[in-house]
C-alpha cells in the first residue's frame, strides 16, 4: 500500500460524506482511507455514510471516545498499512488529480514530510470564498499557509499534510491534541533533520467555516495556538506572527486616539489604511472574478487579523501572567 489516508472527524458527518465522495474520483488508486470517529455525538456520527462508500474505496472505520484531532490523527497512524500518510481535514475537497500531483513530486524530489496549499472552489459561497482569500492572501497571513513566496520557513499544517512512516516512526506523531499541534508537529519533523517541503500542486478544496461569526471563532483559536507553540519552541515566535495583534493595536489607536490628538495625523493615516483595504478588495475581487467577494474579503481579512490578535494578546497576557 503506496499511501494512508487518515481523517479525524468530530460531528461532521456531511463533510465527511463530501470528502469521501471526492476520494472515490482521483485518478490514482494505490492508497486506503482510514475515517477516525473522534467520540461524535451518537446522531451525528458518521459510520454509516462512511462505510456506504466501502464498495469504491479501501476504507476502514474507528470510533474512539473524544481526545482531539492530534491524537485521533496518531490514532490512524497507528492502524494505517501505507508507507505514506497523509492527513486530510474532515472539510476538504480532494480534486481527482491530488494523489498524482503527490506521488510525481515524491519521485522527481523526495520528501519526508510535505504540505500542500489550500484554495477555494467555484461552488463555494461568496463568504467562504472570501474567508479563503483572507486566509491565503499575501496581505494578511503573509502567504504561511502555502506559497513558496511566503514569508518565513514552511510549515506544513494538518488540513493537507503528508509524513512517510520513517517520520512517524522516529517522531510518534503529535504530542499535543489542539492548540497549533500541527505547527508544533512540524517543526519537530524538521528539528529532526528529515527533509520537508511544499507541493504546490498538491492543493486540497478547504470549505472552512461557513459564517463570519463561525470564521472569528477560530481565528481566535489559532491566536491562542501560536502563543501555546511558544511553550515548545521560543525561537519560533517570528515578527510575521506578531503583525495581527499590531493591526488590532493599531486600529484601535487610530479609531480611539488618533482623531483626538491630531486630525491631520488621523487623516494621513486614513490615506493608508484607505489603500490598504483597496489593495485586498482589488486583488481578492480579481482572483475570484467578483467584486462582491472582493467586498467580502476585506470584512474577512479585518476579522482574521482582529480575531487573530485577540486571541494572541489574550494568551500571551495568560502566559506573562503565569511567569
Known amino acids: 500500500m503506496r499511501y494512508s489516508v487518515i481523517v479525524p472527524v468530530y460531528n461532521r458527518p456531511d463533510e465527511i460524506d463530501e470528502l469521501l465522495d471526492s476520494l472515490t474520483r482521483q485518478t490514482y488508486k494505490d492508497f486506503e482511507v482510514l475515517v477516525v470517529e473522534d467520540g ?9 455514510i462512511a462505510e456506504s462508500y466501502a464498495d469504491r474505496l479501501d476504507l476502514r472505520y474507528f470510533f474512539k471516545e473524544n481526545s482531539g484531532q492530534g491524537f485521533s490523527r496518531n490514532f490512524g497512524f497507528e492502524r494505517a498499512e501505507g508507507d505514506y500518510f497523509i492527513v486530510f481535514d474532515s472539510d476538504c475537497l480532494i480534486p481527482e488529480d491530488y494523489f498524482e500531483s503527490v506521488e ?6 523526495w520528501l519526508d514530510a510535505y504540505g500542500g496549499p489550500d484554495r ?10 472570501a474567508i479563503s482569500y483572507s486566509m491565503t492572501s499575501l496581505f494578511t497571513t503573509g502567504g504561511i499557509r502555502g506559497s513558496k513566496k511566503a514569508m518565513g520557513r514552511f510549515h506544513p499544517r494538518s488540513f493537507n499534510m503528508g509524513i512517510s512512516r520513517k517520520v512517524w516512526e522516529a517522531t510518534q506523531g503529535y504530542i499535543i491534541t489542539r492548540m497549533g ?4 508537529f512540524s517543526i519537530r ?3 529532526k533533520g528529515f527533509k520537508v517541503g511544499l507541493i504546490e500542486n498538491a492543493y486540497v478544496y478547504h ?3 461557513t459564517d463570519f461569526g463561525q470564521f472569528y471563532k477560530q481565528l481566535h483559536f489559532f491566536g491562542r495556538a501560536r502563543i501555546n507553540i511558544r511553550r515548545f519552541f521560543p525561537q519560533e515566535l517570528k515578527l510575521v506572527h506578531m503583525f495581527p495583534a499590531f493591526f488590532l493595536l493599531g486600529m484601535l489607536f487610530y479609531l480611539l486616539v488618533l482623531p483626538f490628538l491630531s486630525l491631520k495625523l488621523f487623516g494621513l493615516a486614513s490615506v493608508f489604511v484607505a ?3 483597496l489593495m485586498i478588495l482589488i486583488d481578492a475581487a480579481a482572483k475570484n472574478k467578483s467584486l462582491k467577494v472582493g467586498v467580502l474579503s476585506v470584512i474577512a481579512s479585518v476579522i482574521q487579523l482582529s480575531a487573530y490578535g485577540v486571541g494572541f494578546l489574550t494568551e500571551l497576557k495568560t502566559w506573562v501572567l503565569k511567569g
Open 40 to 48: 461524535s455525538a451518537p446522531e451525528m456520527r458518521c459510520k454509516d
Open 104 to 109: 510525481a513530486s515524491l519521485n522527481a524530489n
Open 120 to 129: 477555494a472552489a467555484t461552488t463555494f459561497t461568496p463568504v467562504q470564498k
Open 181 to 184: 499541534e500541527d505547527i508544533e
Open 189 to 191: 519533523i524538521i528539528d
Open 207 to 209: 470549505k472552512r467555516r
Open 275 to 277: 489603500l490598504y483595504f
